[in-house]
C-alpha cells in the first residue's frame, strides 16, 4: 500500500459521476451494511506505510473518528474536503510523500463495527477507504466510546518506515467528543483485534505506548453532542496536554489537520499556514488560528528549552 499519486482530477471526476447518477460517497454504508468491509477489518491486520521508489520519505498521518451519535457526519466532512487537506500536504509541500489512513471509532460494548481501520494511501484509494466505512450512529450513551481500542491498534498493529528508518513519529488524529474507556479489554481485543492478551492494559499505559511512535492529537469539534464539555477536555488533556484540540468548527478539522502536520515537519510556522489558508479561500483561518496557538506556544517554549541536538521519543522535536 502507499504507492500511486493523489489527483485532484480523478476525485473530481469520481464526485461528478457520483452527482450525476445519485450515488452517495458512503454507499458502502448507505446500503445498510452492518458489519465491517473486509478492506477495513482490524481482525489480524497490520497496517503499514512504507518508503518506496516513487515515496521515499514516507510520512504516515492516520485519521481516526468516532462514528457514533451526532458525530456520524464527520466522515461526510472529510470526504467533501479531502482535495483541501491533500493539497495542503502536498502543493504546500507541507510534509514528504504523505501517507494517509482512515478508520472508524465505535463502542466496543455494544455497537456492530466498533473499529475500522484502513490502510495508509498516497493516491485515491484513501477515498475508496472512506466510502467503505460504516456510519454505524450507536454509541452506548455514557459518554465513553472505545478510543482506547483505537489506540491500542495504532500503538502494536502499525509500522512505519517513518520510525524504524528515521526515528521519526507519524502523525495520529483522534475525531470525537467523548471519553475512552479506563482501559483495553483483553476479551474485546480477542474479538475485534485477533491474539491473545492476557489481560487489560489501562488506558494510560496505551497512551504512553502510542505516543512513543506516532504524534497524538485528539480533536474534539463543535457541532457534536459533548463540544465544549469540560470533563472531556480535560480527560483529553490529561492524557495528551496541548494535543487535545478544540475546534469551534466542524469543517475546519482538514485545515487543523494540515497545519499540524505542517508544524510538526518544521515546513511553516502558523502565520505562514494561516496565510496559506487565507490564499486558498478556506474559511477555516480563524478556527485553525485559535486551536493551534496553545499548542504552537507550548511546542515553542518546549524546543526553545532544550539543546538544539536534543530529541525526543526517538525521533526530533517538532514544532
Known amino acids: 500500500m502507499g504507492s500511486g499519486m493523489w489527483s485532484t482530477d480523478v476525485y473530481t471526476a469520481a464526485d461528478r459521476y457520483r452527482r450525476a447518477t445519485g450515488k452517495s460517497a458512503f454507499s458502502y454504508s448507505d446500503s445498510g451494511a452492518k458489519v465491517v468491509h473486509p478492506q477495513l477489518d482490524p481482525r489480524d491486520a497490520t497496517r503499514e506505510s512504507r518508503d518506496s521508489a516513487e ?11 468516532d462514528v457514533t451519535g451526532s458525530m456520524g457526519h464527520v466522515p461526510r466532512t472529510l470526504q467533501a474536503k479531502l482535495p483541501q487537506l491533500l493539497g495542503l500536504l502536498l502543493r504546500q509541500g507541507y510534509a514528504r510523500d504523505p501517507q494517509i489512513m482512515f478508520g472508524a471509532i465505535g463502542d466496543a460494548t455494544c ?6 481501520v484502513g490502510q495508509f494511501e498516497s493516491d485515491n484509494r484513501m477515498d475508496d477507504d472512506l466510502g467503505r466505512i460504516v456510519l454505524e450512529g450507536g454509541g452506548g450513551g455514557q459518554m465513553m466510546e472505545s478510543y482506547e481500542m483505537a489506540l ?10 517513518s520510525w524504524e528508518k528515521r526515528g521519526r513519529r507519524g502523525y495520529l488524529f483522534i475525531i470525537g467528543d467523548e471519553l475512552a474507556y479506563p482501559a483495553v479489554k483483553a476479551a474485546e481485543v480477542a474479538r475485534l483485534i485477533g491474539g491473545d492478551p492476557r489481560e487489560d492494559v489501562p488506558v494510560r499505559q496505551i497512551v504512553d505506548e502510542v505516543t512513543r511512535r506516532w504524534d497524538t492529537y485528539y480533536l ?7 463540544s465544549g464539555n469540560r470533563k472531556v477536555l480535560d480527560f483529553w488533556r490529561g492524557l495528551l496536554g496541548q494535543n487535545a484540540l478544540e475546534l469551534d468548527d466542524l469543517d475546519a478539522v482538514c485545515e487543523t489537520i494540515a ?5 510538526g515537519e518544521q515546513a511553516i510556522d502558523l502565520d505562514t499556514g494561516l496565510r496559506d489558508l487565507d490564499r486558498t479561500g478556506s474559511t477555516a483561518t480563524r478556527t485553525v488560528s485559535k486551536a493551534l496557538a496553545r499548542l504552537n506556544g507550548a511546542r515553542r517554549a518546549e524546543v526553545a528549552e532544550l539543546p538544539a541536538s536534543r530529541t ?8
Do not use: N
Open 312 to 319: 525526543t521519543g526517538g525521533g526530533v522535536v517538532r514544532l
Open 220 to 226: 474534539l469539534p463543535a457541532g457534536s453532542h459533548y
Open 111 to 116: 455497537d456492530r463495527v466498533p473499529l475500522q
Open 152 to 161: 491500542y491498534f495504532m500503538a502494536r498493529r502499525t509500522v512505519t518506515d
Open 55 to 65: 515515496h521515499p520519505q514516507s510520512t504516515p498521518v492516520a485519521v481516526l473518528f
Open 259 to 263: 497545519l499540524t502536520v505542517g508544524l
